[in-house]
């Protein structure tokens, strides 16, 4: 029986997308993270929906400091208010800090390391400056001086993370920006006349999309981790807001008689952030193949 040969014309297409998604589906534990974040996000949204009763209400001081039950699956605190409904509030704290704070770090990252990585010289040296000090900074000690000086709060952490998440956006953006300026599609929009900001516009940011989607995924955690350190430390968002960090904070106390107290808050933000680096590293190698096995 003879083998027929298919021109190459008559195979179906494959767009760089339809690769990059066969390679994140392929790895297991990037679409377990993926599965998993999804899963607290929609637990965060649709928090009023599946939570018993509001997460500051004192309805069971008679029951305080209850072990998980039928009626309270995570028990109750020392305040008589439902663990179980503070630790699914306390996600829409944590979640939407990394979020924003990520966010905040791509608009400062993308047009600071697109401008050193196109005009290089002097402007790139200054912005190598400024990431090399912010590289030698331990990011929890500016933030616990700069936290205790402006006594916290929602939009101070979120600043905070954003002035330390950028660092790496803008390094991954200047890198790729780089690796693009003296492609010939950059040569021909400047031998055309285009202007400097044009070609950085509507040539290289679009090209370095990869970069700028992992390096939102990837500043998400760290935020987390920040901003449950700063509770921690009793300079995050003040009470009565539930957070995991200072759910954390109050559960130290009782961590060897009432185990729940301290638990459940840990394991929500351990696999929270573990589930949200999986999937960002699963991206990362799925965008950028030529790092897979480094």
Known sequence: MTEVAVPIADLPQRSPIWFAWQRFLSNKAAVAGGLVLAVLILMALFAPLITPVPPEAQLFL?????FPSAQHWFGVDGLGRDFYTRIVYGARVSLSI??????????????VGALAGYFGGRLDWFVMRIIELFSVVPPLLAAMLLGAL??????TIVLIAALFGWVQVCLQVRAQ???FREREFVRAAQALGASPWYIIRRHLIPNSVSPIIVGFVLAIPLAMMLEASLSFLGIGVPPPTPTWGQMINEGIDYMFFYWHMAVFPTAALAITVL????????????????????
Not at 62 to 66: G, I, K
């Open 150 to 155: 402006t006594r916290g709060g929602y939009f």
């Open 98 to 111: 990394g979020f924003i704070a990520a966010a905040f770090s791509v608009v400062i990252g993308i047009p």
């Open 275 to 294: 589930a949200t680096s999986l999937f960002g590293d699963g991206l990362r190698d799925a965008l950028d193949p030529t790092l897979k096995g480094r």
């Open 62 to 66: 008679t029951e305080s400091l209850a």
């Open 177 to 179: 920006v780089k690796a």
